[in-house]
T-cell receptor, first 114, second 114 residues
Framework: ETGVTQSPTHLIKTRGQQVTLRCSSQSGHNTVSWYQQALGQGPQFIFQYYREEENGRGNFPPRFSGLQFPNYSSELNVNALELDDSALYLC?????????????FGQGTRLTVV | AQSVTQLDSQVPVFEEAPVELRCNYSSSVSVYLFWYVQYPNQGLQLLLKYLSGSTLVKGINGFEAEFNKSQTSFHLRKPSVHISDTAEYFCAVSEDSSASKIIFGSGTRLSIRP
């Protein structure tokens, strides 16, 4: 196990609703990245947080937003849910500024939008 | 911009046979290269990474990969596969050695036949 935990593991939401996903990063890591993995596809980078500020964003609309807290845990918020938002959402933690490290992934949250 | 192409969406092989999963990348800057494995209903686990140095990289579970800069390839190999290797494999690149912003390929599903 990596030490990165995500909650909840599964949830079902209705189109138009809002959702918050949570990620607890590995001890000692100061960076959290979020990814969306649609069925049968590779993960797509959503955004990254470093020291509580957004530090890079992929091609996702503003209704995808996030937070990072002083303990480096993080939230992903998605507003106005659409059916295409159904996916596995993965978070990964890493330590910025140190070379030869790896990103550790959580087990993911499976979001289904109906 | 970076991109990753995994040339095979599915690779069926017999148990104890060798396997090669192909990966090509494109980038205008130096990149770091990774292979991740995803078992059913789980997150991503790092198999191996190339940051610098020797172009032949050895990873966990008997896998290895060779970085070829002239061909912009990073193919994954294993001399003898086991049923337990059945999974989805993702090739990935990052401009960041801590792999905090990762661009993934679309994945290759490795299925092992007894």
């Amino acid at each position: 196990e990596t030490g990165v935990t995500q909650s909840p593991t599964h949830l079902i939401k209705t189109r138009g609703q809002q959702v918050t996903l949570r990620c607890s990063s590995q001890s000692g890591h100061n960076t959290v990245s979020w990814y969306q993995q649609a069925l049968g596809q590779g993960p797509q980078f959503i955004f990254q947080y470093y020291r509580e500020e957004e530090n890079g964003r992929g091609n996702f609309p503003p209704r995808f937003s996030g937070l990072q807290f002083p303990n480096y845990s993080s939230e992903l918020n998605v507003n106005a849910l659409e059916l295409d938002d159904s996916a596995l959402y993965l978070c990964a933690s890493s330590l910025a500024g140190v070379s030869a490290t790896e990103a550790f992934f959580g087990q993911g949250t499976r979001l289904t939008v109906v | 911009a970076q991109s990753v192409t995994q040339l095979d969406s599915q690779v069926p092989v017999f148990e104890e046979a060798p396997v090669e999963l192909r990966c090509n990348y494109s980038s205008s800057v130096s990149v770091y290269l990774f292979w991740y494995v995803q078992y059913p209903n789980q997150g991503l686990q790092l198999l191996l990474k190339y940051l610098s140095g020797s172009t032949l990289v050895k990873g966990i579970n008997g896998f290895e990969a060779e970085f070829n800069k002239s061909q912009t390839s990073f193919h994954l190999r294993k001399p003898s596969v086991h049923i337990s290797d059945t999974a989805e494999y993702f090739c990935a690149v990052s401009e960041d050695s801590s792999a905090s912003k990762i661009i993934f390929g679309s994945g290759t599903r490795l299925s092992i036949r007894p």
